[in-house]
T-cell receptor, first 116, second 114 residues
Framework: GAVVSQHPSWVICKSGTSVKIECRSLDFQATTMFWYRQFPKQSLMLMATSNEGSKATYEQGVEKDKFLINHASLTLSTLTVTSAHPEDSSFYIC????????????FGSGTRLTVV | AQSVTQLGSHVSVSEGALVLLRCNYSSSVPPYLFWYVQYPNQGLQLLLKYTTGATLVKGINGFEAEFKKSETSFHLTKPSAHMSDAAEYFCAVTLQQAGTALIFGKGTTLSVSS
């Protein structure tokens, strides 16, 4: 089955530094990937849609300059949280849409970001 | 815009009892509907999905859901709960347009007691 690898699974960083999260589709190509943010005991909030080779589409209210998304290949998308602050602490989850199965959405295992 | 509403943020059942998690959707066009399960600090695992065809969809771990257009519902059921079913469950919707993201409901926490 389709597998999405997300790294790191958890990270602690100092306020003001940047953190990069990787999302890889291991056995399929993904033209489109999605990034979600999840607060404790809450639902997944879509942050952005990432298309290979083009700029990401951000949801309203998501700061493009803070959450940089790059989708340089059909198997890799990255989310960089720039100048992180404690309020950016959250659980970030990526999802990749399998090109072979239009409605096959596979999720990574998530990244717990803690900014201190 | 499409959306889903999950009725009941927390459902508690006894082991062996029927599980019923409710999901209603809103969409201006026929939707595709999904149920996912999430265990603590983990990603999401697909339980089942409805795209086209049979409205009663069977998924993994004994779960099933029925798409009812007239009621705009997609409720998740399991005849007999198991302790391992305790988790967070999310209903999600997307448009019949490739490339669109899943939009999630707020989730329902399922507790199973022995």
């Amino acid at each position: 089955g389709a597998v999405v690898s997300q790294h790191p699974s958890w990270v602690i960083c100092k306020s003001g530094t940047s953190v990069k999260i990787e999302c890889r589709s291991l056995d399929f190509q993904a033209t489109t990937m999605f990034w979600y943010r999840q607060f404790p005991k809450q639902s997944l909030m879509l942050m952005a849609t990432s298309n290979e080779g083009s700029k990401a589409t951000y949801e309203q209210g998501v700061e493009k300059d803070k959450f940089l998304i790059n989708h340089a290949s059909l198997t890799l998308s990255t989310l960089t949280v720039t100048s992180a602050h404690p309020e950016d602490s959250s659980f970030y989850i990526c999802s990749a849409r399998d090109n072979r199965a239009p409605y096959g959405y596979t999720f990574g295992s998530g990244t717990r970001l803690t900014v201190v | 815009a499409q959306s889903v509403t999950q009725l009941g943020s927390h459902v508690s059942v006894s082991e062996g009892a029927l599980v019923l998690l409710r999901c209603n959707y809103s969409s201006s066009v026929p939707p595709y509907l999904f149920w996912y399960v999430q265990y603590p600090n983990q990603g999401l695992q697909l339980l089942l999905k409805y795209t086209t065809g049979a409205t009663l969809v069977k998924g993994i771990n004994g779960f099933e859901a029925e798409f009812k257009k007239s009621e705009t519902s997609f409720h998740l059921t399991k005849p007999s709960a198991h302790m391992s079913d305790a988790a967070e469950y999310f209903c999600a919707v997307t448009l019949q347009q490739a490339g669109t993201a899943l939009i999630f409901g707020k989730g329902t926490t399922l507790s199973v007691s022995s």
